[in-house]
């Protein structure tokens, strides 16, 4: 922790030097202040000479030198406390992309995001309180060294005083603290059940409980409230106290430097000079506490901030990585005993989808811890063992729910661009790239839809797209990464069975020859794959085609019809029939071919009505409608 | 759909209405703060009667001693009485703001269904967080801080004016500088706090993308590209700090003059004064000590002129979700006579768009399951909003027992009827506290048998502390099949007569959640099912099929009749068939 400190304070350098200098002029302006107004008195008013002139000038000039000392050491000030929040802010959030997963493993997210928020702002104010802090120390000496060269006493009672009144405060500050983490812990479960509260808003107005939620808000609510309350009777008596000590501390100041006026020894412009030093030494001693206070809450910032810095991705290279094997080779799941061939589509298929989600999962390496048990060969080789980054770059799994992220669509769908800034291409290249992808997946529609189309600035985690919006930008985005080894996870789950088929059949173009792994119980997906391994509880129990499968009068046919039938239903078509859109029965794609063949006339209700899935833009649509409470689509 | 903003005026009238609803506590903390700042003024007078005593050479050693008992014994009441006020306001400012995001929530908690479904949550998150935390600051400190200014600046300056008003005079020099930079900075600061503002809250939405879809970055390799953004989102902040930092060069400085300035006038001013025997010395420094203690209040007043504007900012986004007009009026006595849905020429359109539904006429018998089949784009989907009451028809009745559905009460509405979607949000609470929102007060034994009923009582029963689980954020994190039985679960709690589900985004779809079709059928069990189509094979199962086209059901009747009408419903059929 010390050393993350030291490592922010560097990068800083020359704003924490400048606002100590500037800081101690400013100090020193406002301490040299009593001594001018002093003076003034003394040989101006007091003896009505012209020598007024030459003090009221002098205050007028270190007016002028405080006023552009004290803009200075504000602008430090807060580039100080900006850069410091800042780069601990852009810190965590570098951090949590490098890391991944095992991000959220250890901390809840909105954790995380408190933490960006209040820590890194807490972060920044310890080094603004700093310079302020060093500035005030240096001012402080040399108002006690001013007092010592008028007076020996007195200049004793102000060096040792003022660390004394501060000590006496600083008492009060670690039961403040306590009280004040107390207030802040009850503020982030508040934050926490409101945020949650509105992100399922849909579940509560759809469903009921909100009467409920409200309630525990308020009950919450009230909590942060006695909380704020109880760190407000202590906070006040620290207020009282820090007006009666220092008060104190004045009237013995002019107690005796008012005997010191009667015995002759000062003026009494000095004695106004000493009033001045006195209430001018309030503004260090309210620094020194209030930078004990900062630094109480800054360091716990910070050691927050370090953990969340100290939490490793949970796949990391090995101390010598052995190098990948060639392109085209063969990977074994161990523990499944699942093999995926290189060059070919294989389906994987579970009666427990999450088990052949956690296969396909598996292939990406995402734990090393997991793999001690259940280890993966790429070429022979367990494929903990070889680099992570080319592990990633050349095997990509897009699982059941990818997030889409914020920035213009085409920057976020072409991840070779974004995955490696060195990569080049023509913007039109890049742009036909993107835009065949999207069209493979299906999500042309929905990229046409947009007002500035592929260049749309999109919202943060893709909160404008519905679900269904989301699965087919994804999966162009995976089709983009053209990986050696693909493997997706359910890809199709919110799509209507019209889109589904769409896919299946782009699929095959969009990963012809090389490696393609999906989890799907889709028929229409399934009849597309080279070789499906079915699996019973995450353990293979036999392969075949679709076509195979659907015949095969073993136990093998029947499980596999059993998982794939779920999806079609009771009334299905005799096996061996084409299974396109029969087989699940898809109103809309039925209706299409009904209207080919003339069976049926559509008539429109509007103008713009597409066939298929991607109306779904616009409410009342059928497709693929609004999903998922915080995923609703919102920017319509 | 963006969430309003109340303007200027309605922020100005809600906090008058707050300060009068306060007046009588407010005018006590005021009293109190007064009292101590008029304690604190009493340092300039007894040094000013000290030196004019010396000067006239009668002081005493006694007197001096005395004048210093005074000093303290005037510190010791500002401080108490001030630690008092200062409590009285703080606390004031606590139940002020408690009340404020109280009410806050109470009003997100009844924002109209039709505008929830359609709004999304970003929005307003944004408010619930970000909004509320910038609005903490102002209440629970600006506002007594303020008091405390405003009354040690007045008392300040009456003080001055009650020693000599002569020399007082000379505090004044500064007033017009300070009145025109402030107006001057205040008129674009505005503007730079909420860009501030805003360009956090992106850097914010962007560093929480990044925490939640960690995975998705790992396994795409994105880091690269997400960090580019991070930087952007710094940068834009930095920006947007830099530009309010500009403004603030430029007032810091001539605010600072504006102090000191007079006090250099007072002084000079002051001398002639004492010249022309208008004035004592002791005056003369007992005003310029005045001045130099005026700075502390003005400059704290001044520097929270800052956080008023953007707590006035945030003020506005959280009261502006009060003015979402409501999109139904209940009404409290109406009774549905039995539970038959209908539908009477129901028309409907979204805001000002085309029409969607051009008449529908439509009798649901109490436990019939009826399939609604059409095309993409035909307004089934809508249609199965209108029938779950998410939104009223435009023209004609949506009935339930002979009551316009949208006329129920929310509450009454749930137990009638509900829709069924792929919702399954996890509420951060125990396993119970997520199922007891549809049926607040059920007891264990009522949770469990729901459970049963969608067969999750084996897991929830195996989960570390059963019933009493922590789940969501941060607690054990569901399964999306198990997140989806406890939504099935609430169902069945819930026990409305009708559910509608809309099979595409609802449980049927294809992966998604195979298991759980036995429970689904469980829930659907004796009541009345509408279900949106999309695979025929939920037509063929229904009662009675409604096939909708362009907005108008042309055909309607059992599985056999259709198919023995020859219609579009039996051309469909023969197609799958392939008869």
């Known amino acids: ?636 | 759909m963006l969430l309003p903003i109340a303007d200027a005026k309605t922020v100005r009238a809600t906090a008058r209405s707050l300060i009068r609803e306060h007046r009588g506590r407010l005018a006590g903390v005021l009293v109190l703060h007064s009292i101590a700042s008029a304690a604190g003024l009493a340092g300039p007078w007894l040094i000013g009667r000290t030196i004019d005593a010396m000067t006239a050479g009668t002081a005493t050693l006694l007197g001096i001693t005395i004048v210093a008992l005074v000093l303290v014994a005037a510190y010791a009441v500002q401080g108490l009485v001030s630690r008092f006020a200062q409590l009285r306001a703080m606390v004031l400012g606590e139940t002020v703001f408690a009340a404020l995001r109280e009410q806050f929530m109470h009003t997100v908690g009844r924002l109209p269904l039709s505008v929830v479904e359609r709004a999304g949550t970003g929005d307003l998150l944004a408010r619930t967080t970000n909004d509320i935390s910038s609005l903490a600051q102002t209440v629970r400190f600006g506002v007594p801080r303020i008091l405390v200014a405003a009354a040690t600046a007045l008392l300040t300056l009456v003080a001055a004016f009650l020693t000599n008003p002569l020399v007082a005079l000379g505090l004044l020099v500064g007033v017009p500088s300070i009145a025109l930079v402030t107006r001057w900075y205040l008129r674009r600061s505005g503007r730079g706090y909420q860009r501030q503002l805003a360009a956090h809250a992106l850097l914010s939405g962007v560093v929480s993308e990044t925490v939640e879809g960690a995975r998705t970055i790992e396994a795409l390799s994105l880091a690269p590209a997400q960090q580019a953004k991070i930087d952007a989102a710094v940068l834009e902040r930095r920006d947007t700090e830099r530009y309010t930092l500009g403004l603030r060069t430029v007032w810091l400085p001539t605010i600072e003059l504006s102090f000191l300035v007079p006090i250099v006038a007072g002084v000079g001013w002051g001398a002639y004064l004492v010249w022309t025997g208008a004035a004592s010395v002791g005056e003369v420094t007992a005003v310029a000590l005045y001045g130099t203690q005026l700075i502390g209040p003005v400059n704290e007043l001044l520097g929270w002129m800052d956080e008023l504007q953007i707590g006035g900012t945030a003020l506005a986004r959280i009261i502006g979700v009060a003015d979402v007009p409501p999109d139904r009026e209940p009404v409290p006595d109406a009774t549905p006579a039995d539970e038959r849905l209908e539908a009477r020429g129901v028309r409907f359109r979204y805001g000002d768009g085309p029409e969607v539904l051009h008449g529908i006429d439509l009798s649901l018998a109490p436990g019939e399951r009826l399939a609604i089949v059409g095309p993409s784009g035909s307004g089934k989907s809508t249609l199965g909003r209108l029938m779950a009451g998410i939104n009223a028809p435009t023209d004609g009745w949506m009935t339930v027992g002979g009551v316009p559905i949208t006329d129920l009460p929310l509450d009454v509405l749930h137990r009638h009827v509900a829709l069924v979607t792929q919702e399954h949000h996890v509420f951060v609470g125990t396993i119970a506290d997520n199922l007891r929102l549809a049926k607040p007060g059920a007891d264990a034994s009522e949770l469990e048998s729901a459970l049963e009923v969608v067969d999750a009582l084996g897991w929830v029963r195996h989960m570390p502390d059963g019933l009493e689980t922590r789940v969501g954020s941060g607690g054990v994190v569901l399964t999306p099949a198990q997140a989806q039985q406890v939504a099935l679960a609430r169902l069945v709690l819930l026990d409305p007569h009708t559910l509608v589900l809309d099979e595409a985004t609802s449980l049927l779809d294809p992966g998604a959640a195979r298991d759980l079709e036995s429970s689904l059928e469980r829930v659907l069990a004796g009541r009345t099912v509408v279900a949106i189509a999309h695979r025929l094979h939920t037509a063929h199962d229904a009662d009675r099929v409604a096939v909708v086209q362009a907005g108008r059901i042309v055909e309607l009747g059992s599985h056999d009749e259709l198919v023995a009408a020859g219609g579009q419903y039996a051309a469909l059929w023969s197609s799958w068939h392939h008869e």
């Open chain 1, 1 to 636: 922790m010390p050393r993350f400190l030291l490592w922010q304070a560097s990068r800083q350098k020359q704003f924490l030097v400048g606002g100590i200098v500037f800081g101690v002029i400013w100090m020193l302006c406002q301490a040299v202040w009593p001594y001018l107004l002093g003076r003034a008195i003394d040989d101006g008013v007091a003896t009505a000479s012209a020598d007024i002139w030459i003090w009221c000038g002098a205050l007028l000039a270190v007016a002028v030198v405080q006023a552009i000392a004290g803009m200075l050491r504000h602008r430090m000030a807060v580039k100080n406390f900006v850069r410091s929040a800042l780069r601990a802010g852009r810190l965590i959030g570098h951090h949590s992309a490098e890391t991944g997963s095992a991000i959220t493993a250890t901390t809840a997210s909105g954790e995380i995001v408190a933490t960006v928020l209040t820590d890194a702002l807490s972060l920044g104010s310890m080094f603004d309180v700093t310079a302020r802090l060093v500035g005030g120390i240096v001012a402080y000496l040399v108002v006690s060294g001013i007092m010592l060269a008028t007076s020996v006493e007195l200049g004793l009672v102000v060096l040792i005083g003022v660390p004394v009144l501060g000590a006496l405060l600083t008492l009060l500050i670690r039961p403040l603290h306590a009280r004040q983490a107390a207030w802040r812990e009850e503020t982030g479960l508040l934050t926490t059940l409101g945020a949650d509260t509105v992100a399922g808003l849909r579940v509560l107005r759809g469903i009921g409980g909100e009467e409920e939620f409200i309630a525990r808000y308020a009950h919450r609510s009230q909590a942060v409230r006695r909380a704020g309350t109880h760190v407000a009777q202590l906070q006040s008596w620290l207020d009282g106290l820090q007006v009666f000590l220092p008060g104190v501390f004045l009237a013995f100041i002019v107690w005796f430097g008012a005997r010191l006026v009667l015995e002759g020894a000062i003026s009494v412009g000095e004695l106004v000079a000493f009033y001045g030093y006195a209430t001018f030494l309030v503004i260090p001693l309210r620094t020194a506490v209030e930078a004990t206070q900062i630094f109480a809450r800054g360091l716990v910032a910070t050691r927050r901030i370090v953990d969340v810095l100290r939490i490793r991705p949970a796949a990391q290279d090995v101390p010598e990585p052995r190098p990948a094997p060639e392109a085209g080779a063969e990977l074994v799941d161990v523990a499944s005993g699942v093999v995926i061939e290189p060059h070919r589509f294989t389906g994987l298929v579970d009666a427990d989808p999450d088990a052949a989600a956690a296969v396909a999962t598996r292939l990406g390496r995402f734990a090393d811890a997991e793999h001690e048990e259940a280890p993966v060969l790429w070429g022979g080789v367990p494929h903990t063992t070889v680099p992570v980054a080319e592990l990633r770059r050349r095997i990509v799994v897009s699982d059941a729910h990818p997030h889409l992220f914020q920035g213009p669509l085409v920057e976020g769908l072409d991840v070779k661009k974004a995955r490696d800034p060195e990569f080049t291409s023509t913007e039109t290249a890049q742009l036909r790239a993107v835009s065949r992808a999207v069209e493979q997946a299906a999500a042309a529609e929905t990229v046409e839809a947009l007002p500035a189309g592929l260049r749309e600035e999109i919202a943060e985690r893709g909160r404008s797209f519905s679900g269904g919006q989301r699965q087919r930008l994804s999966l162009a985005r995976a089709l983009l990464t053209d990986a050696e080894v693909l493997v997706l996870i359910e890809p199709t789950s919110a799509l209507d069975a019209h889109t589904e088929a769409r896919i299946a059949a782009s699929l095959r173009d969009a990963r012809a020859g090389r490696t393609t792994v999906v989890v799907s119980a889709s028929p229409l997906i399934l009849d597309r794959m080279d070789v499906i391994r079915v699996l019973r509880g995450g353990e293979l129990v036999g392969s075949g085609t679709h076509a195979e499968l659907m015949r095969a009068e073993d136990e093998l046919g029947h499980l596999y019809r059993s998982i794939v039938a779920r999806s079609t239903n009771p009334a299905e078509p005799v096996e061996g029939q084409d299974l396109e859109a029969a087989a699940t029965g898809a109103i809309d794609t039925l209706w299409l071919e009904a209207e080919q063949t003339g069976a049926i006339r559509i008539v429109r209700s509007r103008p713009d009505d597409r066939a298929g899935a991607d109306a779904s833009a616009r409410p009342g649509s059928d497709a693929d409608g609004p999903e998922g409470g915080a995923d609703a689509p919102a920017d319509r």
